[in-house]
């Protein structure tokens, strides 16, 4: 790495939803429109990450955990309160922009047979079009769900975090068009001390719940270069809890294949040594 | 409704889609079917371009296309970045944006259309004697084109609008312009934007070189004030209300009023300053008024001059209501409001009047992040479409339960005027309202959709009624009633029948909704 390791904090605390970041990844990587559908969940009709959505902002309905008082509006409102007529109670929408995690430990680069993905001088994670073969190994191996093969063509595709931008020192089109800082990119150093002030912050306002997800290099990938805060588990985001890289027991499994080789070796030879001395 | 009535004979659309995003959008395009021409000027071919041919009348059979007589034109229209020109925001400030790339085709700006449109309208008519001609032969109408497309310079419009003297040199402020002919102005609250002959709308000098006032950071129309009534900043006796908050004061020293901003006041006039008992006009003024525009110089929560209504604010319920008013029970609604009743803009039993029952539900309509009002620059973009590609209506848990609504499935929703089929969502975002005791639900309709584009739907809009307000004439099209009903619209001829049965069953006559009083 001949480049600072750089990364996204994104703060989903600050999040409107507006999908900005969406557009403007569609935009700059001139990614195709991939369906135009309604999916009748929430605001959210992009639904996943995939070989054409590189940005995702997930729409989570949920009730609020501490309600807020309702103020009574006219007589009668007490029986009408005892037998509410639809949902109880206040709710909250979550908003959060999901991206590739660029791991440190990426599975999808350890499996790629062509070299198509590759690790930048940037520390980030990027497949390359042009070399792509479109054998898929990476699908799989991505523990999170993110990169995708695009129908109709093969090659996988995903989150270059702006590679080409990143080289003309500019930031990343999703960071550069958030409005309100909840995609930050910069320095992964720096951002995780700027991340763990805002949990602190966060926390000494009440909000108890918020807490980083990927932002621990000793976890299950490493670390990840795209890390969140959220504000509620992961699972509701639709993050797996404890993502491990895929290939964590691949010199584990060469070593029990290994050993098993040598002894089928042993065996055989063994086996010729015996019928050998028999013949004699 | 002149359209209709056959006095309006021709009608310009310039970034504007009544088909979509007006009240009553069906009346709009009959409107616009009995026009003798039509010109629309768009990024595509809206639903106001193309209703002669496919809109919702001519599938209902109510037009034939071959009946219409209005010839319609359209002109592909240049977006803000293929021109030069201003945007003007809600906080006063005319912002310029310079042209980037020559528009593709055949589109040009709006200023190139009509400045065209002018020339050769003079160029038709010159050597006319007819004395109607007259003000368009003497029209000054001279402005210096540039480039293969001979586009003329929004530059100079600006420097014309902010107006010269008598040597022909620019204006700096409003306060110069005279009442004796020597003067010109196109509007005077845009005159000094072309000061010292720069465009001072397009100053763009970044924050960390200026104050947070950033004064040089575009141009604020009138005279570069960037917060109206600033005096008031300040205590009577002229000093700051707060030492951390001190924007315009009094500087007993220099006998002005200064600050961070251009003071909105009579420039000397000190705090203690008293009027001549037979004083007019501003001079009349004390030294502590500073609401300036208003006759006595005072804020007015009492407004006997100037309004249809007041001269209080009160409470009035829409024009069509599930509820009485609590308030004023003998005047439910503004007894002013502007209505135009008249056949396809029926109006609905409200509150306890027989036939409300038929129209029980609340609809409100509002926006979504995705879309840009009716649609014309976001439902043709695949990036914004595919985000919201669909019109849905937003209902309650327990209203979905009620009529049978499922989530992701359609559902219709009607009124006297038509009706609409949406994508149905299920939230409990949307909560019923609880009023004098009774529920009642909500339906929330996004109004962005129309039958062209990437992404299409019904138009909320077809469900309004035209009513207006009756100081600014804005359209009630944010609280009105409607009946819902699981399934898809029907088709053809059967969509106004439906209507036409709503109507029947809810004992709507041309006078429902129409009293001033109970």
Redesign the interface.
């Known amino acids: 790495m001949s480049e600072e390791r750089v990364g996204f904090f994104t703060d989903t605390s600050v999040c409107i939803g507006c999908k900005a970041c969406e557009v403007a990844c569609k935009e700059w990587n001139a990614i195709p429109e991939d369906g135009l559908s309604l999916t009748a969940m929430s605001y959210d009709n992009t639904q996943a990450l995939g070989a054409s959505t590189w940005r995702h902002v997930a729409f989570i309905e949920q009730p609020r955990p501490e309600g807020r008082t309702e103020l009574p509006l006219a007589q009668g409102e007490s029986t009408a309160q005892e037998t509410p007529v639809g949902g109880d109670g206040e709710l909250r929408w979550l908003m959060s922009s999901d991206v590739c995690k660029h791991c440190t430990h990426a599975a999808c680069l350890d499996v790629c047979p062509t070299g198509s993905l590759f690790r930048t001088e940037f520390g980030t994670v990027v497949v390359q079009e042009d070399i792509c073969n479109g054998c898929g190994y990476c699908v799989p191996a991505c523990p999170y769900g993110v990169i995708e093969q695009r129908p109709h063509d093969g090659r996988a595709f995903k989150c270059t975090m702006c590679y080409d931008r990143l080289g003309a020192g500019r930031e990343p089109a999703c960071a550069k068009a958030c409005p309100t800082e909840s995609i930050q990119f910069g320095p992964l150093d720096e951002l995780r001390e700027r991340a763990a002030l805002r949990v602190d912050q966060l926390h000494e306002a009440g909000v108890t719940d918020a807490r980083l997800y990927g932002h621990d290099p000793d976890d299950g990938v490493g670390g990840d270069g795209a890390f969140f805060l959220l504000l509620d588990r992961p699972e509701v985001y639709g993050l797996p809890p404890d993502p491990v890289v895929t290939t964590r027991d691949l010199p584990a499994m060469w070593q029990h294949a290994g050993t098993a080789a040598l002894s089928l070796l042993g065996g055989l030879a063994a086996c010729f040594a015996l019928t050998g001395r028999g013949r004699r | 409704m002149a359209q209709l009535d056959g006095d309006c004979k021709g009608y310009f659309l310039m970034g504007e889609n009544p088909a979509v995003g007006s009240a009553n959008t069906r009346l709009q395009r009959l409107g616009m079917a009995n026009l003798d021409w039509l010109v629309v000027r768009d990024f595509s071919l809206i639903e106001s371009a193309t209703w002669w041919k496919d809109g919702p009348e001519i599938e209902t059979g109510e037009l034939r296309t071959e009946d219409i007589g209005t010839e319609v034109f359209f002109f592909p229209a240049a977006a803000h970045t293929e021109k030069s020109g201003s945007f003007t925001n809600t906080n006063r400030w005319v912002q310029w944006h310079h042209q980037a790339v020559e528009p593709e085709g055949d589109a040009r700006s709006d200023l190139w259309f009509m400045y065209h449109l002018g020339r050769r309208i003079k160029e038709e008519l010159a050597g006319s004697t007819d004395p109607m001609d007259r003000p368009v032969l003497d029209l000054v109408w001279d402005y210096p084109v540039d480039g293969e497309l001979d586009e003329p310079a929004a530059d100079a419009v600006l420097a014309e609008i902010s107006g010269h003297g008598p040597g022909g040199d620019p204006l700096s402020a409003y306060t110069e312009l005279k009442d004796d002919g020597s003067t010109r102005c196109g509007c005077w609250i845009y005159c000094g934007v072309y000061a010292d002959g720069v465009n001072q709308a397009a100053r763009k000098k970044p924050e960390w070189e200026q104050d947070w006032v950033a004064a040089e950071w575009a141009w604020a129309w009138p005279a570069n004030r960037r917060i109206l009534y600033n005096r008031a900043s300040a205590a009577p006796d002229g000093t700051p209300w707060s030492e951390r908050k001190k924007y315009v004061w009094w500087d007993p020293g220099q006998g002005r009023w200064t600050g961070r901003d251009v003071p909105d006041f009579v420039p000397d006039r000190a705090p203690d300053f008293e009027p001549d008992e037979d004083a007019t006009g501003p001079d009349a003024l004390r030294g502590d008024d500073p609401f300036i525009m208003q006759a006595d110089g005072k804020g007015w929560l009492y407004t006997p001059a100037g309004l249809e209504d007041g001269p209080l604010p009160t409470h009035y319920e829409p024009q069509d209501s599930p509820f009485p008013n609590?308030l004023h029970p003998s005047t439910p609604r503004n007894p002013v409001r502007h209505l135009m009743p008249r056949e396809g803009n029926r109006y609905h039993p409200s509150g306890d009047e027989k036939g409300a029952e038929v129209f029980p539900y609340v609809v409100t309509t509002h926006r979504?992040?995705?879309h840009f009002t009716a649609g014309g620059m976001s439902r043709w973009s695949?990036?914004?479409?595919?985000?919201?590609?669909?019109f849905?209506c937003e209902v309650?848990?327990?209203?979905a339960r009620e009529r049978g609504l499922e989530?992701?499935g359609w559902a219709t929703i009607v009124t006297a005027r038509n009706a609409v089929e949406a994508?149905?969502?299920?939230?409990?975002?949307?909560?019923?309202l609880?009023?004098?005791?009774?529920?009642v639900?909500q339906i929330g309709l996004p109004f962005h959709w129309g039958p062209n584009g990437?992404?299409r739907g019904d138009a909320a809009n077809e469900l309004m009624a035209i009513a207006l307000d009756p100081n600014a004439h804005i359209q009630e099209d944010k609280a009105l009633t409607a009946d819902i009903r699981a399934g898809r619209r029907p088709r053809g001829p059967d969509l106004p029948k439906l209507v036409a049965e709503y109507r029947s069953r809810a004992g709507i006559t041309p006078d429902t909704g129409t009293e001033v009083r109970k």
């Open positions: 609590a979504l992040t995705e695949e990036y914004l479409s595919e985000l919201q590609p669909e849905f309650s848990p327990a209203l989530n992701g994508r149905v969502l299920v939230t409990d975002r949307i909560r019923p609880r009023v004098e005791g009774r529920a639900h990437v992404a």
